[in-house]
């Protein structure tokens, strides 16, 4: 096997690390380490680090790990976390603009208090601003993409170039580029148009949606939220459950009792093989007795132990 040789930098003002558990990293506390690991200071650190790296260094982002699976033989490569607390929120003309690495339920927040509706559902998605872009992520009639105006994206080159949702071909929990090939390069930073209104009926909302995810989701336990996209006209969970797979459980993984799909890792001690196992076995048992094809909404990244 070739050793990873860790990327030799100067003038960076983020956190380099070598061979780092991404257990730490994702929602669901599994998977194993990234050969490197990054974390940018902001911006132009992190095209300043790309602009450095040879081309055959791997790059993997992450936001908040909140919708992947890390596999347990992990990540070869570099892993970029864009995630950072001192990510930027802003009012600018008229738009509200956040860097990539903000978390989604805090852009929620944020435009609640600026007087803006209709941002309510990113209070409980708990990823990043660039997660939602790269998902679509959405839920209670949301969904990002339907808010943006344009989007700043990093190449894998270092260089910055601004897009526009019409350079995308947009779905439900899917974003390609307009021409079907697969999101190139990074998000940095977004700029929403959400609508005018009261923020304080905003604000009473986003209380209202974290209250009814906490009666239906099991947030208490490592999880990645809906492991399965909803099927035209249906839910994944529906099925899940009417085919009795509640509870069932590989190794330290189990199909929550709460909401039929998740996958939960109760004692923090689940392999990402036997994460993987349940959505297969889930997959299997749901095509087999109902004849729908479960499609993953989660993204499974590296390599098996
Ligand atoms: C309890 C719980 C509830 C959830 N509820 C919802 C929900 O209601 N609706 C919903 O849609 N999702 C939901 N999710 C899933 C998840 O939170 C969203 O998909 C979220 O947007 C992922 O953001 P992230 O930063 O964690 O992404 P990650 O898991 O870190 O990454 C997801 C994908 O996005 C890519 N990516 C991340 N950042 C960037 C970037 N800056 N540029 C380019 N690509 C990037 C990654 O490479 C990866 O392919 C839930 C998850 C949990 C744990």
């Not at 099991?218 to 939220?225: F, W």
């Not at 392999?271 to 889930?282: G, R, T």
Request: hydrophobic fraction near 45%; include cysteine.
């Amino acid at each position: 096997m070739m050793m990873h040789e860790p990327p030799n930098l100067v003038g960076l003002r983020g956190r380099l690390t070598h061979r780092v558990s991404l257990a730490k990293y994702t929602s669901w506390r599994a998977g194993g380490i990234a050969d490197s690991l990054y974390l940018p200071a902001d911006r132009d650190d992190l095209a300043s680090f790309l602009r450095q790296l040879t081309v055959f260094e791997a790059v993997t982002v992450l936001g908040l790990g909140s919708n992947t699976l890390v596999r347990d033989g992990g990540v070869r490569g570099t892993v970029i976390v864009m995630h950072n607390p001192g990510a930027a929120l802003a009012v600018m003309d008229g738009l509200i603009y956040a860097d990539a690495g903000a978390a989604s339920p805090k852009l929620a927040r944020f435009a609640a208090t600026h007087g803006c509706v209709e941002a309510e559902f990113l209070a409980g998605v708990p990823g990043t601003v660039g997660g939602a872009l790269a998902m679509n992520a959405g839920c209670y009639g949301g969904e990002t993409w339907r808010y943006v105006v344009r989007v700043e994206v990093l190449t894998r080159k270092g260089e910055f170039v601004v897009r526009t949702p019409s350079d995308y071909a947009i779905g439900y929990r899917s974003v390609r580029r307009a021409d079907g090939g697969a999101l190139d390069g990074l998000f940095t930073g977004a700029w929403f148009r959400f609508p005018q209104g009261d923020g304080s009926r905003a604000r009473a909302r986003i209380k209202e949606l974290l209250a009814r995810r906490i009666a239906t989701q099991p947030l208490a336990l490592p999880n990645a939220g809906s492991v399965f996209r909803n099927p035209p006209g249906d839910h994944a969970a529906r099925l899940i459950e009417f085919c009795g797979l509640k509870g069932h459980a590989i190794g330290g993984a189990r199909v929550s009792e709460k909401h039929a799909n998740f996958i939960v890792n109760p004692q923090g001690a689940a392999k990402a093989a036997d994460i993987e196992a349940l959505i297969a076995h889930v997959r299997e048992t749901v095509r087999v007795r109902t004849g729908v094809e479960l499609e993953q909404e989660v993204r499974i990244v590296g390599e098996a132990a």
